[in-house]
């Protein structure tokens, strides 16, 4: 089965840091590209970051970019946003998704999501 | 990396047919054929419904098809039933080398 699993969220202070983590299984975690996807209590969808197969290609929003950083361990089949400087508006549902592989590039789709790991930013 | 704009809500009956719309600029819709729709039950992940604009992954029904034409992509869906009362979210590509989702429609089966 395919599976997707987040770890690491919680409550932080602003101005402090926190690692989330992806545990990849059922498919070859290093052929596809991955991506973090927050939601905001209530609010929509928002791609927060791209990261391909080898590492080699990488994407921020804007609203992140100096701030998170994306990486991954295709040895350990997982996933990783280390999140500095947060702030109250970074409070969200954090989602591991897969990329789709149906284009040689990041953000085409997103076919695989896991249940999502919630980040809270407040003093 | 402005959001796509979506309608906030749509509706209809079941049986019928409703679209969404998902608008955007040349940088990301209109410049690419990377547009993909999400489904989003309450309390539930997003599930991929159609990528590269009108493509369905396996499983998804043959009630759901894509489109687009100049910087709009729709998502129709026809023979409208209860169990597609979700939150619909369109993403684009983007000339940034990123990716930009809309701000969501809520559809509502009557």
């Known amino acids: 089965e395919v599976q997707l699993v987040e770890s690491g969220g919680g409550l932080v202070q602003p101005g402090r840091s926190l690692r989330l983590s992806c545990a990849a299984s059922?498919?070859?975690?290093?052929?596809?590209?991955m991506h973090w996807v927050r939601q905001a209590p209530g609010k929509g969808l928002e791609w927060v970051s791209g990261?391909?197969?080898?590492?080699?290609?990488?994407g921020y929003a804007d609203s992140v970019k100096g701030r998170f950083t994306i990486s991954r361990d295709n040895a350990k089949n997982s996933l990783y946003l280390q999140m500095n400087s947060l702030r109250a508006e970074d409070t969200a549902l954090y989602y591991c998704a897969k990329d789709g592989g149906y284009q040689p590039l990041l953000g085409d789709a997103f076919d695989i999501w896991g249940q999502g790991t919630m980040v809270t930013v407040s003093s | 990396q402005s959001a796509l704009t979506q309608p906030a809500s749509v509706s209809g009956s079941p049986g019928q047919s409703i679209t969404i719309s998902c608008t955007g600029t040349?940088?990301?819709?209109?410049?690419?054929?990377?547009v993909s729709w999400y489904q989003q039950h309450p309390g539930k992940a997003p599930k991929l419904m159609i990528y590269?604009?009108?493509n369905r992954p396996s499983g998804v029904s043959n009630r759901f098809s894509g489109s687009k034409s100049g910087n709009t992509a729709s998502l129709t869906i026809s023979g409208l039933q209860a169990e597609d009362e979700a939150d619909y979210y369109c993403s684009s590509y983007t000339s940034s080398s990123t990716a930009v989702f809309g701000g969501g429609t809520q559809l509502t089966v009557l």
């Open positions: 990261i391909s197969w080898n590492s080699g290609s990488i």
């Open positions: 059922g498919f070859t975690f290093d052929d596809y590209a």
């Open positions: 040349s940088s990301d819709v209109g410049g690419y054929n990377y």
């Open positions: 590269d604009v009108s």
